[in-house]
C-alpha cells in the first residue's frame, strides 16, 4: 500500500502531518512526499549566521532529514516560490500532482485542507489537488489509469 503526501513547504510534512506519516510508514506503508516549494520565505528562527538566501538550503536539508526520521519511502522536492504557489501557473502545478497520483498510484492522498490548516496561502493553493481529484471522479485523468482505491484527498485542520 502506498500513501502520497503532497505539502506546500519543508516543515509541513512535520507539522500537523509527522504523526500520521510516521504512523502509516512504521506500519509498512510506503509513504512518499511530494513538497511544492523549497521554504525559502520561512519564519525565524535559521542558525546563527545564515542568511535568508540559505534558508532553501537549510530548510531542504531539514526535509530530507525529517524524511528520514519519519521514514518516508521517498521525498521529492519542488521549486515553486515559498509564499507565491497562488502566482504560478495552477495548471502546471495540478498537471505535476495529478501525473505524481498516476505514476504512484497511490491508495490515499494526504495534503492540507482548504482552509490551508491556519490560513497559509500556499497550503490553501494546494487546493488544485481537490479540484483535480473531483476532476478525476468526473471525467477520469486525460491520460493513465486512475489511481484504483483513490478515494479522498485528506488533510490537516485546526479549529
Ligand atoms: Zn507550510
Given at each position: 500500500m502506498r500513501l502520497l503526501a503532497v505539502l506546500?513547504?519543508?516543515?509541513?510534512?512535520?507539522?500537523?502531518?509527522?504523526?500520521t506519516l510516521y504512523r502509516h510508514a512504521t506500519a509498512g506503508v510506503d509513504v512518499h512526499l511530494l513538497c511544492v516549494t523549497r521554504g525559502g520565505e520561512g519564519?525565524?528562527?535559521?542558525?546563527p549566521g545564515a542568511t535568508k538566501e540559505d534558508l532553501p538550503r537549510i530548510r531542504t536539508r531539514e526535509l530530507e532529514e525529517a524524511?528520514?526520521?519519519?521514514?518516508?519511502?521517498?521525498?521529492?522536492?519542488?521549486?515553486?516560490?515559498?509564499?507565491?504557489?497562488?502566482?504560478?501557473?495552477?495548471?502546471?502545478?495540478t498537471s505535476r500532482i495529478a501525473e505524481s497520483i498516476r505514476s504512484l498510484a497511490p491508495a490515499a492522498v494526504l495534503g492540507w485542507g482548504p482552509d490551508g490548516g491556519y490560513g497559509h496561502p500556499d497550503h490553501m493553493r494546494r487546493r488544485c489537488l481537490h479540484r483535480r481529484r473531483?476532476?478525476?471522479?468526473?471525467?477520469?485523468?486525460p491520460s493513465g489509469p486512475v489511481p484504483h482505491g483513490l478515494r479522498r484527498a485528506v488533510g490537516p485542520s485546526l479549529p
Open positions: 506546500a513547504h519543508p516543515d509541513d510534512e512535520s507539522m500537523g502531518t509527522g504523526g519564519w525565524q528562527g535559521k542558525p524524511g528520514k526520521a519519519l521514514g518516508l519511502a521517498a521525498v521529492e522536492l519542488w521549486d515553486y516560490p515559498d509564499g507565491e504557489v497562488g502566482d504560478c501557473d495552477q495548471a502546471e502545478i473531483r476532476g478525476l471522479d468526473r471525467r477520469g485523468p
